[in-house]
């Protein structure tokens, strides 16, 4: 009777620890993937879109003088709430390390990984 509560107590146990590995695995391998990155982006802008009005942000930027008119745009984001300048700076954040990691992943691909390949094959 002892012995049997043993071994379930050693399976959940084990089972804790396991579960506890798979969720590290799978942070450290997802949280520095693209994925993860392009998700929040989405998200962040999902949310700017919801709580937002950027059809209307448009409309007035196009009566005060047009696209070119830097000044609407900066007084429109200081006179906003202060999550919509967290977001928003969120936002920026993101895409340039979004953009960081595909510069990475740019130059960091090399033809000679390819051509070692076929080096190595005899036909």
Avoid: C
Avoid at 113 to 118: A, D, E, I, V, Y
């Amino acid at each position: 009777m002892n012995q049997k509560s043993t071994l379930t107590e050693l399976d959940q146990l084990k089972r804790a620890i396991m579960r506890r590995v798979y969720v590290l695995w799978f942070f450290r391998t997802v949280a520095q993937s693209v994925l993860i990155k392009l998700s929040i982006l989405i998200f962040l802008l999902g949310g700017m879109i919801i709580f937002e009005s950027p059809g209307a942000v448009w409309h007035n930027a196009q009566i005060s003088g047009g696209l070119t008119n830097y000044r609407f745009f900066v007084s429109a984001l200081i006179n906003t709430e202060a999550i919509t300048q967290l977001a928003f700076l969120a936002i920026i954040a993101i895409s340039f390390w979004l953009t960081k990691s595909f510069w990475l992943r740019l130059w960091r691909f090399n033809l000679s990984s390819l051509t070692g390949f076929f080096s190595r094959v005899r036909f």
